[in-house]
T-cell receptor
């Protein structure tokens, strides 16, 4: 059974810092991995999707990497801003239509 | 021009009642989903429909009955609501195929008293 874990559970950094969020999954037989952002009381916004054949994806200040064989992904946020404060979720797609979500990392960027 | 919309946004009801949540997507996708986010913020798939056909049904009590009248709509009906049903329910959609991104609605916050 696929299990997805995110470390740390919560993170607080001062504005301007670069940071890394970690995601690990137990079954490497995945088709893709997706990073989402969830703001308090809001839905999920897709940030990046990495196919199993890819190693990384970049969008603006965000860079996501995927090491399928070791069951790990990282989300790198450069030059963090207070507007980046949210919960970040990673999710893997094991082959069926469903996504299996991680436990989330709650990020706070302080002034 | 909301991509995935849900109604209502908030729902407060008594135990034992029956309620429905509606979801609509205007992205032209052929696959829709219902997810449940519990009090610990853990998101878990409940159902998935492809072209109005049920393709995923996780171990969800049969008090929960999804209905897809067409590809753009997936409604969730819940009978005999229980306290443990209190959660945020998210609808999502995607084009079929494992390479496709899923797009989520804003969520429906259900509180059962």
């Amino acid at each position: 059974k696929q299990e997805v874990t995110q470390i740390p559970a919560a993170l607080s950094v001062p504005e301007g810092e670069n940071l890394v969020l970690n995601c690990s999954f137990t079954d490497s037989a995945i088709y893709n991995l997706q990073w989402f952002r969830q703001d308090p009381g809001k839905g999920l916004t897709s940030l990046l999707l990495i196919q199993s054949s890819q190693r990384e994806q970049t969008s603006g200040r965000l860079n996501a990497s995927l090491d399928k064989s070791s069951g790990r992904s990282t989300l790198y946020i450069a030059a963090s801003q207070p507007g980046d404060s949210a919960t970040y979720l990673c999710a893997v797609r094991p082959g069926s239509s469903k996504l299996t979500f991680g436990t989330g990392t709650r990020l706070q960027v302080t002034l | 021009d909301t991509a995935v919309s849900q109604t209502p946004k908030y729902l407060v009801t008594q135990m034992g009642n029956d309620k429905s949540i509606k979801c609509e997507q205007n992205l032209g996708h052929d696959t829709m989903y219902w997810y449940k986010q519990d009090s610990k913020k853990f998101l878990k798939i409940m159902f998935s429909y492809n072209n109005k056909e049920l393709i995923i049904n996780e171990t969800v009590p049969n008090r929960f009955s999804p209905k897809s009248p067409d590809k753009a709509h997936l409604n969730l009906h819940i009978n005999s609501l229980e306290l443990g049903d209190s959660a945020v329910y998210f609808c999502a959609s995607s084009q079929s195929g494992v390479l496709e991104t899923q797009y989520f609605g804003p969520g429906t916050r259900l509180l059962v008293l």
